[in-house]
């Protein structure tokens, strides 16, 4: 297994353009989860899905973004309209959750690095 | 809301001193990871505590969690250059998803 990957490392997108990125996780993961990083700062929780049910989304996830797992394997992040305070790191992480008990470790992706412009 | 402060914010030491980075909460934290990050790519994770006192080493890097599982440390002993990078750590209270801290960033100097 090669780990959590993301496609594509890096964008550059004029303002007012949508975007989508992709994320395929740790095969056998069943939980994936979205962070936004801006510079300084710690990555922040955007949503997560459990298998291909997404069960939480956080207020920063604007109606402009929509993210979806279809088939509980690999997930999209889509940004539409994008502005310039969109700019940062969106990095992907996944887990394996089967219980309450479990720990919470998650493994993260390399990131997608939006620049708008 | 639950927040992690970690501290120092930055941190520049030469090789083969030791040093000390703290997380606080004032929130109990059902476990705590600790990662770390290079320049353009994502977190990795070093460690997960999870029992209140808990003490865990990796080579070097000696991780705690406080006994009210409020907070936690990270020590590493004879810092080498390839220790340089942001240290995050993050905690799950129970929420289903990780709480971080801002990071310290820990330059080593050869």
């Known amino acids: 297994d090669t780990g959590v990957s993301q496609d594509p490392r890096h964008k550059i997108t004029k303002r007012g353009q949508n975007v989508t990125f992709r994320c395929d996780p740790i095969?056998?993961?069943?939980?994936l989860y979205w962070y936004r990083q801006t510079l300084g700062q710690g990555p922040e929780f955007l949503t997560y899905?459990?298998?291909?049910?997404?069960?939480?989304k956080s207020r920063l996830l604007s109606d402009r973004f929509s993210a979806e797992r279809p088939k509980g394997s690999f997930s999209t992040l889509e940004i539409q309209r994008t502005e310039q305070g969109d700019s940062a790191m969106y990095l992907c992480?996944?887990?394996?959750?089967?219980?309450?008990?479990?720990?919470?470790?998650?493994?993260f992706g390399p990131g997608t690095r939006l620049t708008v412009t | 809301t639950q927040l992690l402060e970690q501290s120092p914010q930055f941190l520049s030491i030469q090789e083969g001193e030791n040093l000390t980075v703290y997380c606080n909460s004032s929130?109990?934290?059902?476990?705590l990871q600790w990662y770390r990050q290079e320049p353009g790519e994502g977190p990795v994770l070093l460690v997960t505590?999870?029992?209140?006192?808990e003490v865990k080493k990796l080579k070097r890097l000696t991780f705690q969690f406080g006994d009210a599982r409020k907070d936690s440390s990270l020590h590493i002993t004879a810092a080498q250059p390839g220790d340089t990078g942001l240290y995050l750590c993050?905690?799950?209270?129970?929420?289903?998803?990780?709480?971080f801290g801002k990071g310290t960033k820990l330059t080593v100097n050869p």
């Open positions: 992480a996944s887990s394996w959750v089967w219980d309450r008990r479990s720990s919470y470790e998650q493994y």
């Open positions: 095969s056998e993961h069943n939980r």
């Open positions: 899905f459990q298998n291909e049910a997404q069960l939480e």
């Open positions: 929130s109990v934290f059902s476990s």
């Open positions: 505590v999870v029992t209140g006192g």
């Open positions: 993050a905690g799950e209270g129970g929420s289903e998803k990780l709480v």
